[in-house]
């Protein structure tokens, strides 16, 4: 069964720390991974799209990586701030999926206290 | 900016009643997809649509949910005879192409009571 497992469920950090949040897919046959956010109330915004051969990719304080491989995935957040409290998802479409169905995780819910 | 338009933004119904939601695409985009949101973030795959025509329903219901997309019209997401499970948040989303480039909607809150 493709699957899109995240850790941790919940992260509660200072400002102005750097933090890591984990995402793993159980089979390496992706067409691309993405990354949404998720305010309360609101939809999703994509933050970052890798495809499947890429490594990484950038915007902002953002870092998002690509490792087929182990089939993992990671978020960097630099110098965290109280507006990047939110739910991350990471979302994966797995090769041979019909027209982009996204496969999500479970969420990361993000607290950054001033 | 363009965006992806939801109606309504909630809904509430009673157990065994029809609930039918709607959805506008960004102008251009051929795909659109329809989530459910339960509990704990859980996202749901329900169906997929190029254009008018119906490409991935492995996640709808099909005894209780139907789903169309006609031109010049919102799409929509009916829901038969709802039960107290189906309440959640239904999103929309739409993109140009394939696999990238999702616009979601802000969702319709349906509860069923």
């Known amino acids: 069964k493709q699957e899109v497992t995240q850790i941790p469920a919940a992260l509660s950090v200072p400002e102005g720390e750097n933090l890591v949040l984990n995402c793993s897919f159980t089979?390496?046959?992706?067409?691309?991974l993405q990354w949404f956010r998720q305010d309360p109330g609101k939809g999703l915004t994509s933050l970052l799209l890798?495809?499947?051969?890429?490594r990484e990719q950038t915007s902002g304080r953002l870092n998002a990586s690509l490792d087929k491989s182990s089939g993992r995935s990671t978020l960097y957040i630099a110098a965290s701030q109280p507006g990047d409290s939110a739910t991350y998802l990471c979302?994966?479409?797995?090769?041979?999926?019909?027209?982009?169905?996204?496969?999500f995780g479970q969420g990361t819910i993000l607290t950054v206290h001033p | 900016g363009e965006e992806v338009a939801q109606t309504p933004k909630h809904l509430v119904r009673g157990e065994g009643q029809k609930a039918k939601l709607y959805c506008a695409p960004i102008?251009?985009?051929?795909?659109v997809f329809w989530y459910q949101q339960v509990l704990k973030n859980e996202f749901k795959f329900l169906i997929s649509?190029?254009?008018?025509?119906?490409?991935?329903e492995t996640g709808m219901p099909k005894e209780r949910f139907s789903a169309k997309c006609l031109p010049n019209s919102p799409c929509s997401l009916e829901i038969q005879a709802t039960k107290l499970e189906d309440s959640a948040v239904y999103f929309c989303?739409?993109?140009?192409?394939?696999?990238?480039?999702?616009?979601f909607g802000s969702g319709t809150r349906l509860t069923v009571v």
């Open positions: 989303a739409s993109s140009q192409v394939q696999g990238a480039g999702y616009t």
């Open positions: 102008k251009g985009h051929s795909y």
């Open positions: 089979d390496s046959a992706i067409y691309n």
């Open positions: 890798i495809q499947s051969s890429q």
């Open positions: 649509f190029q254009n008018e025509n119906v490409f991935d």
């Open positions: 979302a994966v479409v797995y090769g041979g999926t019909s027209y982009g169905k996204l496969t």
